[in-house]
């Protein structure tokens, strides 16, 4: 069975201190693993899609890293414009559904 | 572009109500999917079509319908409202099936 979980749940964060985010993942056959980010009270926005395991993409202060269980989302220096929460979804081949997991809420104070 | 719109925003049902929930994109995207969000479970996919006369069921379809009769509408319908239904409903839309997902800004359901 499909399988997506994000953690930790919650994570607060000093302006400028960098961390980690961390999805792992069940999934024969994956297609593509996505980030998302999302505002209270707004749909999840599109941060990146990794396809194989070494990928590795960036934009601003966030990078995103792929293996063959897991990905990562590395803050680096946040803003506290960067809080939000984060979701990752995964999709497999020959299959049209997408599954995300419970993201993770991401707090930086400044 | 509108991108992915909804409506309405926020609705409030009582037991046994029916509605329907609009999404609308502008795109000309194939894909379009219909999730629920719930408090510490993320989001779970109800229905989606990949395309005009095409649906299929995702995790949770039970009390959903849908339909898509063109390729930039696709409506959510309740049947007979549950409380249980009470949640933020999102629209999404991609272009073909390995790319990104649109959403729209959600409707917060209510069901009494």
């Known amino acids: 069975e499909d399988q997506v979980t994000q953690s930790p749940e919650a994570l607060r964060l000093q302006e400028g201190e960098s961390s980690s985010l961390n999805c792992s993942y069940t999934?024969?056959?994956?297609?593509?693993l996505f980030w998302y980010r999302q505002d209270p009270g707004k749909g999840p926005e599109f941060l990146f899609t990794?396809?194989?395991a070494g990928e590795e993409k960036e934009k601003e202060r966030l990078k995103a890293t792929l293996t063959k269980k897991e990905s990562f989302l590395h803050i680096t220096a946040p803003k506290p414009e960067d809080s939000a929460t984060y979701l990752c979804?995964?999709?497999?081949?020959?299959?049209?559904?997408?599954?995300f997991g419970s993201g993770t809420k991401l707090n930086v104070k400044p | 572009n509108a991108g992915v719109t909804q409506t309405p925003k926020f609705q409030v049902l009582k037991t046994g109500q029916s509605m329907t929930l609009q999404c609308a994109q502008d795109?000309?995207?194939?894909?379009m999917s219909w999730y629920r969000q719930d408090p510490g479970m993320g989001l779970r996919l109800i229905h989606y079509?990949?395309?005009?006369?095409?649906?299929d069921q995702g995790e949770v379809p039970n009390g959903y319908n849908v339909s898509r009769s063109t390729t930039e509408d696709f409506p959510l319908r309740l049947l007979s409202a549950a409380p249980s239904q009470t949640s933020v409903y999102f629209c999404?839309?991609?272009?073909?099936?390995?790319?990104?997902?649109?959403f729209g800004p959600g409707t917060r359901l209510t069901v009494l």
């Open positions: 999404a839309s991609t272009r073909g099936f390995a790319n990104e997902q649109f």
């Open positions: 999934v024969s056959g994956l297609r593509g």
């Open positions: 990794l396809y194989s």
């Open positions: 979804a995964v999709q497999r081949y020959n299959f049209n559904k997408f599954y």
């Open positions: 795109m000309n995207h194939e894909y």
């Open positions: 079509s990949v395309g005009a006369g095409i649906t």
